[in-house]
């Protein structure tokens, strides 16, 4: 007879206001093989931890069960516990009526007749888990981030500086991100190339790390300390081994009206470019789509359009016929860096936005988006730091910005805060006063959230010492007059509707997760949500990692964050990385399927099936060495515990440990009687 | 089946979700606080692949008035593929399920994402309102001669 313990949780009042919590403790204990069953406030806690440990010694238990929150949440906390009473941890199961039942009903009785019945289910369970041993598994210390803009920067020289390679790649020529494309930053006004462009001379010269620029990753099999990446290295059309960055190519290209991308835009490149003159590594890049030579040989022309380029390099390292090429790496864990996008005030928009009509769709050319601003106030930027309008270069004495559009807005198909919009707006109205003295900023907003330090003493000094007016409202068309843009809005503290007159108008548009990175993420199989931004593994104690092991998550891939945010973030996956890697071994769950070899019959349906390839042949001899059968057999190192074999075997012959068919009907035959 | 005390119909429904997509869908539904059927148990496995045919059947034999098959939306499977095994397999069950004496109508395959919540207790509360309306699944019990 099984002598299993139950330990129901009132997680505070958080099960016990609609679970009683004693009624099942009581139920339960009548049930054969419930040996003890008790309940108490914070089963988590020390005390409450001790209380299992206790009756593990005293009750000589051989299977507990925690009825309180989600295992995802504590089902480690409590497995440890049991451990440390020298009990096998994967006898100890939890059973959820947090989550799964307090949480989401309000009839007492009915959730907690719900709460015995899961229980109950899970007590049959446990009565069938049998002891397990974890898995020790190897750890290739070498870490792989993905972008490198701050966030991405930052987590790589972290995690380098602790002695440990990192692979870096970058799917832009240029390392930097978006950070590399700001004016200054806020809440400090410093100079963002300033702070940006030694961190990433840092991160080309450091010898721990190997960046790969222009590349983007392909593939990702294998798991956590033991993944195989394939990256794919596009095809530069330069030989960055001969290329010394002397841009003679640049100034001999013909073709120099290409809108850059790094200046949003506002500015033009030539088809063979470096982003940006502090571009790290600094060597170009011929865009093929732009180039004479290469639209050229895709229309069939049987001599080179143009090959001004290769004649301007002395050192031969123009290659027009170089491929892309793919480089694999062996890695141990993974650091997703890959930023934002803006939502586009453009007319194309993704599925599921609607984009601003009402604002012009991007058609009044001095209606311009933040980073638009941003390159225009820049040293570097297109004008030089002077703050004109894009359409007939005049400066603008009558600027508003718009914030939220696209964020908290629900009927645009964002639900949520953009986060930074509300300081860089603050910030454009300083930098734009600080150039244009007798200009007059206005701006639009819903509420002003300048949580985070300094940030509402930088507000008030865009309004107070540098005249900035706020209003209150939303405004709900632009449109062109003349030469001026008439902005119609409604101000909703003084209830008073407002027809102003712009020059320029800026949109201070939403954050969106990088295009593509569904795709990414489903690569490393790990989970999004509904707007594409990385799910983390908990919100609060485990923001930095995904529930895919030996993943991690920084910056403004997991959701809208301003540079110290991305930086902290960063610097915390590289503590989890480090951590990760201060081990020979790591640990795993058990839970890998097993063959048994004299029911199998070698059909090899399970090979089939399986995703990750474990299974492989075994041959059975008898004692003269005879082959008797070839059967099936799981590499547990492999084995990632999915279990489509165990439901694709017509024999029943594999068996997944922790989810055996005898496990689950148990469960099944408990929970409906 | 079971009755409350006014001997009105209360649907028995099981739930075979996998664990990193539906049952963390679930538990965000929870943290949402976003109220539902209490109907409804879960049976948590790692992937739908995992699931075999014979635990709905299973299920139904031990008396439930309806089955949930949740897991992560086709390209987002965990194990990469799981979840497209489970959907030929399912695809073919359904057709089966009649041949059982089970009104597939009682059967709710579905896929609800870490990140779907609201979907979650969409799929709840609408198979509950379904099979209430199909009523108790007494086929099997009537085969064993139960009451």
């Known amino acids: 007879m ?38 108490y406030k914070y089963m988590c806690s020390d005390p409450g931890q001790s209380i299992v440990k206790q009756a593990i010694r005293e009750k ?168 195989k990446v394939k990256i794919r290295q596009k095809a530069r059309s330069v030989d960055a081994d001969k290329c010394n960055g002397c841009g003679a190519c640049a100034k001999a290209c013909p073709n120099k009206k290409v809108p850059s991308e790094f200046d949003t835009g506002l500015g033009t490149r030539t088809a063979i470019y470096v982003p940006f003159p502090q571009a790290v590594p600094n060597i170009p890049v011929i865009d093929r789509a732009a180039c004479a030579l290469f639209r050229g040989r895709a229309k069939g022309l049987k001599k080179e359009a143009c090959a001004k380029c290769r004649e301007a390099c002395s050192r031969e390292a123009i290659d027009y016929d170089q491929q892309d090429t793919f480089i694999m790496q062996d890695i141990g864990a993974i650091v997703v860096a890959t930023g934002y996008q803006l939502y586009s005030i453009g007319k194309d928009q993704p599925a599921g936005l609607t984009g601003y009509g009402e604002y012009g769709y991007g058609t009044i050319p001095d209606v311009i988006d933040g980073m638009q601003f941003e390159r225009l106030a820049s040293a ?39 986060k930074i919009c509300c300081m860089y707006v603050a910030k454009h ?49 632009l449109y062109r007059d003349g030469e001026v843009i008439k902005v119609q809005a409604f101000d909703t503290l003084s209830g008073e509707p407002i027809l102003m007159d712009a020059d320029m108008v800026v949109l201070a548009t939403a954050m969106r997760p990088q295009p593509g990175i569904q795709l990414l993420a489903q690569t490393l199989s790990a989970s999004y949500d509904q707007h594409g931004f990385f799910n983390e593994a908990h919100p609060k104690l485990r923001p930095v990692e995904t529930n895919t092991a030996g993943i991690f998550l920084a910056g403004a891939c997991q959701s809208p964050r301003d540079i110290p945010d991305s930086v902290a973030m960063a610097s915390a996956t590289a503590a989890k990385v480090l951590g990760m890697f201060s081990k020979d071994q790591l640990e795993r769950e058990p839970t890998v399927a097993r063959v048994d070899v004299s029911l199998c019959a070698g059909c090899f349906h399970c090979e089939r099936v399986c995703p990750y390839g474990a299974i492989t042949h075994l041959e059975i001899r008898d004692r003269k060495g005879n082959l008797v059968k070839v059967v099936a057999d799981v590499n547990p190192g492999v084995c990632q515990g999915c279990g489509t074999c165990q439901a694709t075997c017509p024999s029943k012959s594999v068996e997944l440990s922790g989810f055996t068919d005898e496990q689950i009907y148990a469960a099944i035959n408990a929970l409906v009687l | 089946m079971a009755e409350t005390s006014n001997g009105a119909f209360e649907p028995k429904v099981t739930a075979f979700v996998c664990n990193w997509c539906t049952y963390t869908g679930a538990d965000l539904a929870g943290t949402s606080r976003l109220q539902m059927s209490p109907n409804v148990r879960i049976i948590r496995l790692p992937c739908t692949g995992r699931i075999d045919p014979l635990f709905i059947v299973k299920a139904f034999e031990r008396g439930a008035d309806g089955v949930i098959v949740s897991g992560c939306h086709p390209a987002d499977c965990h194990y990469t593929s799981g979840n497209y095994h489970a959907r030929r397999r399912f695809a073919l069950f359904l057709e089966l399920a ?12 579905s896929w609800v994402s870490a990140s779907e919540g609201g979907k979650w207790r969409d799929v709840v509360n609408d198979t509950v309102t379904r099979v209430r309306e199909l009523g108790p699944f007494t086929a099997y019990r009537e085969l064993a001669g139960k009451p």
């Open chain 2, 98 to 109: 009649g041949f059982m004496g089970i009104d597939p109508k009682r059967i709710t395959f």
């Open chain 1, 429 to 477: 109205t300083m930098l734009y006063k600080h150039k244009v003295h007798d200009g007059q900023a206005t701006v639009f907003y819903m509420d002003i959230r300048a949580a985070g330090k300094g940030y509402e003493e930088f507000t008030r000094r865009a309004i107070e010492e540098d005249g900035a007016r706020y209003i209150r409202g939303r405004v709900s068309r």
């Open chain 1, 2 to 39: 099984a002598r299993i313990g139950v330990f129901v949780c009132h997680c505070g009042e958080n099960i016990g206001r609609t679970v009683d919590c004693a009624r099942v403790a009581n139920e339960l204990r009548d049930l054969p093989g419930v040996a003890h069953s008790v309940d």
């Open chain 1, 60 to 227: 000589n238990l051989d299977g507990v069960i925690v009825a309180a929150c989600s295992p995802h949440m504590h089902e480690k906390t409590f497995r440890r516990a049991v451990a440390s009473e020298g009990l096998n941890p994967f006898l100890a199961e939890m059973a959820n009526i947090r989550e799964h039942c307090s949480w989401i009903h309000e009839d007492r009785e009915k959730a907690t007749d719900k709460a015995i019945e899961v229980c109950r289910s899970i007590v049959e369970k446990v009565k069938h888990n049998v002891p397990l041993e974890t898995i020790r598994i190897p750890v290739t210390k070498r870490a792989l981030v993905i972008g490198a803009g701050i966030a991405g920067i930052q987590a790589a020289l972290d995690i380098a500086d602790g002695g440990v390679e990192v692979v870096v790649v970058e799917k832009d020529p240029s390392i930097g991100g978006h950070m590399s494309q700001l004016s200054e930053t806020f809440p400090t006004l410093d100079c963002s190339q300033c702070i940006l462009t030694p961190r990433m001379v840092e991160l080309y010269q450091h010898p721990n790390v190997k960046l790969i620029t222009y590349a983007e990753v392909e593939e990702v099999s294998g798991y956590i300390g033991n993944f």
């Open chain 1, 380 to 418: 570097s930027g297109p004008t030089g730091g002077r703050i004109v309008r894009p359409s007939d270069g005049k400066e603008p004495k009558r600027i508003v910005f718009l914030q939220c559009i696209g964020s908290r807005d629900p009927a645009k198909g964002i639900e949520y805060c953009s």
